[in-house]
């Protein structure tokens, strides 16, 4: 199975900051990583698609990119309804396989 | 809109079985395939299988295999996943969710499974 290591688990921020999340792949996925947000008791939001495309609707300063098999969501400018978890998903192959999380708090 | 509406929560014992349903709206249901994906507390998101509603062709976790089967009633836009010989561990949060060339885009609201005695 492809093994997804996401860094940091948490981050205490602030509204404002500029926030980057990164995840590593423990094999070449291509572009074939996925970016989710989810908040307590809700189902995960697909943030960022193919590594780097913005998923309808999900709002601009939301960014992906990769290199080889790391793979960065940044965050521009924090705003106060961007506190939640963050997931990593490899959609290259089966087992579909996720990172562990990062969760963004409030400073 | 795209939606998936999943069943309610469930309280089984031990060795039982737990049968869910994911009904599909907003889109045509056979033209998508279907995750189920479950995340039990404390752990990360654990994917189970798909399955085709178009064709029926499916695919299972190897973790899984022997223990759950997906159906689909496309009559319905329904997909269904049971799992048996349940056990402590398959406390979790299951979802379904609708898959596509780049991966999930859209996910059920989840259904709570309590394994206890």
């Known amino acids: 199975d492809i093994q997804m290591t996401q860094s940091p688990s948490s981050l205490s921020t602030s509204v404002g900051d500029r926030v980057t999340i990164t995840c590593r792949a423990s094999?070449?996925?291509?572009?074939?990583l996925n970016w989710y947000q989810q908040k307590p008791g809700k189902a995960p939001k697909l943030l960022i698609y193919?590594?780097?495309s913005l998923q309808n609707g999900v709002p601009s300063r939301f960014s992906g990119s990769e290199s080889g098999t790391d793979f960065t969501l940044t965050i521009s400018s924090l705003q106060p309804e961007d506190f939640a978890t963050y997931y990593c998903?490899?959609?290259?192959?089966?087992?579909?396989?996720f990172g562990g999380g990062t969760r963004v708090e409030i400073k | 809109q795209v939606q998936l509406v999943q069943s309610g929560a469930e309280v089984k014992e031990p060795g039982a079985s737990v049968k869910f349903s994911c009904r599909a709206s907003?889109?045509?249901?056979?033209?998508?395939?279907m995750h189920w994906v479950r995340q039990a507390p404390g752990q990360r998101f654990e994917w189970m299988g798909w399955?085709?509603?178009?064709?029926?062709?499916?695919k299972y976790s190897q973790k899984f295999q022997g223990r759950v089967i997906v159906t689909r009633d496309t009559s319905a836009s329904t997909a269904y996943m049971e799992l048996s010989s349940l056990r402590s561990e398959d406390t979790a949060v299951y979802y379904c969710?609708?898959?596509?060339?780049?991966?999930?885009?859209?996910w059920g609201q989840g259904t709570l499974v309590t394994v206890s005695s």
């Open positions: 969710a609708r898959g596509y060339s780049s991966g999930i885009d859209y």
């Open positions: 094999q070449s996925i291509s572009s074939y």
């Open positions: 907003g889109y045509t249901f056979t033209s998508y395939v």
């Open positions: 998903q490899q959609s290259y192959t089966t087992p579909l396989t």
């Open positions: 399955i085709n509603p178009g064709n029926g062709d499916r």
């Open positions: 193919a590594a780097s």
